[in-house]
């Protein structure tokens, strides 16, 4: 059985700057990690972290879904999981902006969700770093 993560964050910044720090492949080894990322369907890509506890660091991605700059889609296969992840940006007024986080087909119970949550939640601090600068 798999399992949804779904999380949503708020951002003081303008939908298009969101936008591109999320598929701008400069901006997001900022945020998050290394890679090769372009946001064409159909383009595969890899992001790259430091190798931790026998995990070499590398998730393969494809993307699935570009609807600038409102929805972005891309799948996430690592160690044995494969997820798709996507975002949904919405402008809520005031400069500030919702985006929207949903990761299916997480498998591995509750550690497995808690662990994309947690690493998910750490780098949402590094990309409000980004857009503040």
Request: no cysteine.
């Amino acid at each position: 059985m798999s399992s949804t993560l779904s999380l949503d964050f708020e951002f003081k910044t303008s939908i298009e700057r969101l936008w591109s720090a999320l598929t701008d492949s400069n901006q997001i080894a900022q945020w998050a990690w290394s890679n090769d990322f372009k946001p064409v369907v159909g383009h595969k890509f890899q992001f790259r972290a430091q190798p931790v506890h026998g995990w070499d660091g590398i998730v393969e991605g494809e993307v699935l879904e570009v609807d600038e700059p409102n929805r972005l889609s891309y799948t996430w296969v690592s160690a044995g999981q494969h997820h798709t992840v996507t975002w949904t940006l919405h402008e809520i007024g005031d400069g500030i902006v919702r985006l929207h986080l949903d990761q299916t087909g997480i498998t591995g119970g509750t550690q497995a969700v808690e662990g994309a949550k947690y690493g998910w939640t750490g780098m949402a601090g590094q990309l409000k770093k980004l857009l503040e600068q």
